[in-house]
T-cell receptor
Framework: QKEVEQNSGPLSVPEGAIASLNCTYS??????FFWYRQYSGKSPELIMF????GDKEDGRFTAQLNKASQYVSLLIRDSQPSDSATYLC????????FGKGTRLHILP | GAVVSQHPSRVICKSGTSVKIECRSL??????MFWYRQFPKQSLMLMAT?????????EQGVEKDKFLINHASLTLSTLTVTSAHPEDSSFYIC???????????FGQGTRLTVV
C-alpha cells in the first residue's frame, strides 16, 4: 500500500514567522510531488509542484524535495492569517495519492 | 493554473432521487479525472478514477451501481448519485489531471444534501 504521511496538526505559527510543513512518502520510485491548500468548506487548490531534489521557490512558498530520505516539505515565509488552512501533500503514482493534510493556524 | 469547472455547486434532493454532477476541464484535455467525497473535518476519500472512453475504476467499498461515472469526452466527466439517501449527503469534488504537469486541478466541489 503506497502511502503519504503528514502530521495532522494543528500547527500554530505566529504571524510573520516561517511555517514548515512536512510530508513523507513510501514509494521510492515516485517522481512528482504536489502541495495543495484547502480552506474549510472549499476544494483543494494546487500551490506548488516539484520534481527534482532541492528547493523550488514561488513567492512566499518554497517546496523542498529529498528523494533519498523520501520527504517533501513546504515552507511559508512571512506567514499571514490568510495562510490558515489545511495543506495536503500529494504524490503522483498511477493515481495521485494524498496525505490526510496538516492544519495550519497562523496566530495574529 | 488550469481551470476545472464543477456544477452544480450545491444541490438539495429528495431521498430516492438521482443527482448528476458535471466536471469539465476548461483549458486542457483530461484523459483522467478523479472523483472524491469529503465529510466534514475529514480527509479526501477517492471514490473512483474516470478514464476517457473506458469504464471507471472504483475504490474498494464504493458501489459502482450507485455512483455512476461517465467520461465521454476529454473535457467532461459526470458522476450520478442514484437513489440518493441522507447518508450520501457530502461534499463531492472532482479533479482532472493536467498532462503537462501530471498534477491534478480540482473543481469547486458540490455540496449534496439529501432530505
Amino acid at each position: 500500500q503506497k502511502e503519504v504521511e503528514q502530521n495532522s496538526g494543528p500547527l500554530s505559527v505566529p504571524e510573520g514567522a516561517i511555517a514548515s510543513l512536512n510530508c513523507t512518502y513510501s514509494d521510492r520510485g515516485s517522481q512528482s510531488f504536489f502541495w495543495y491548500r484547502q480552506y474549510s468548506g472549499k476544494s483543494p487548490e494546487l500551490i506548488m509542484f516539484i520534481y527534482s531534489n532541492g528547493d523550488k521557490e514561488d513567492g512566499r512558498f518554497t517546496a523542498q524535495l529529498n528523494k533519498a530520505s523520501q520527504y517533501v516539505s513546504l515552507l511559508i515565509r512571512d506567514s499571514q492569517p490568510s495562510d490558515s488552512a489545511t495543506y495536503l501533500c500529494a504524490v503522483k503514482d498511477d493515481k495521485i495519492i494524498f496525505g490526510k493534510g496538516t492544519r495550519l493556524h497562523i496566530l495574529p | 493554473g488550469a481551470v476545472v469547472s464543477q456544477h452544480p455547486s450545491r444541490v438539495i434532493c429528495k431521498s430516492g432521487t438521482s443527482v448528476k454532477i458535471e466536471c469539465r476541464s476548461l483549458d486542457f484535455q483530461a484523459t483522467t479525472m478523479f472523483w472524491y467525497r469529503q465529510f466534514p473535518k475529514q480527509s479526501l476519500m477517492l471514490m473512483a478514477t474516470s478514464n476517457e472512453g473506458s469504464k471507471a475504476t472504483y475504490e474498494q467499498g464504493v458501489e459502482k451501481d450507485k455512483f455512476l461515472i461517465n467520461h465521454a469526452s476529454l473535457t467532461l466527466s459526470t458522476l450520478t448519485v442514484t437513489s440518493a439517501h441522507p447518508e450520501d449527503s457530502s461534499f463531492y469534488i472532482c479533479s482532472a489531471r493536467d498532462p503537462l504537469i501530471q498534477g491534478a486541478f480540482f473543481g469547486q466541489g458540490t455540496r449534496l444534501t439529501v432530505v
